[in-house]
């Protein structure tokens, strides 16, 4: 007979069940803190409780610097066009230049071999468009081929008013005698009515043509002007013009070197590249 005080195997047996489901309990809160909590009481990677894992929506890259030329706009006016001597009539006509008439343009230089300074100048627009479009800048042509005539000086020089050009920029090439050679940029001289509200930053920007174009190791012109700059109250493209606008002769075709510089892709880039350095300097200066 069982002693008063000792339990049975029958109400043993409830008791046995009761505390195996207790440490069963026990352990799977164990594991679930380990889970959640990284093991030994803490955060895996010591980040306070809460705090998004790497990898999350909150943990996100810094977004990278604006482009420089970002909401800036260029207008780029490639000098004359392909067609201009099958067109003379039509060039001829005369127009406004600045309170004068000039023609409406002209047919441009040729190299010795008769590739057209109109088709260098607009390879050279091309170039230089990609370069500042690439750097953010919104770069209208004031023609769309090359090929045709025209357009005409003031509706060139007209073309960056309506858009809130931050610069016009037109590209020419010069026929002068064989030994003359270099680039010059022309700079709108003061012309009362007409330029004097653009005649100092055209100015700046003219600087920074030369310097850049000075820098990519281009030689400034040995004929005309001086140290690479020269300014004029006669070019109806500068007068019409009520952005800051400069004209760069970016060498002269009649010299073998300079011809050989701005009818090779690669010579165009050297110049193109220095173009969209110099335009950086001048809007952000």
Known sequence: MPRRHELSADRRRPLLLFALGLVLVLVCAALVIRAVGGGDGGPASGRAIGASAPGTETDQAPSPPPLPLAGRTVVLDPGH??????HLAEIGRPVDAGGFEKACNTTGTATADGLPEATI???LALALQDRLEALGATVPLTRDADAGWGPCIDERGRAGNGVGADLLLSLHADGAA?????FHVIQPGLLPGWTDDIQADSARAALAVRDELVAAGLSPATYLGRDGIDERTDLGTLNHSDVPAVMLEAGNLGNPADA?????????????????????AFVTE
Do not use: F, S
Not at 264 to 277: Q, S, W, Y
């Open 81 to 86: 066009n392909r067609d201009n001597a099958q």
């Open 121 to 123: 100048n607009w390879k």
């Open 178 to 182: 064989a030994g003359a050679h270099g």
């Open 260 to 280: 050989a510089l701005l009818t090779a892709p690669a010579g165009r880039g050297i110049v193109a590249d220095a173009l969209a350095e110099a335009v950086v």
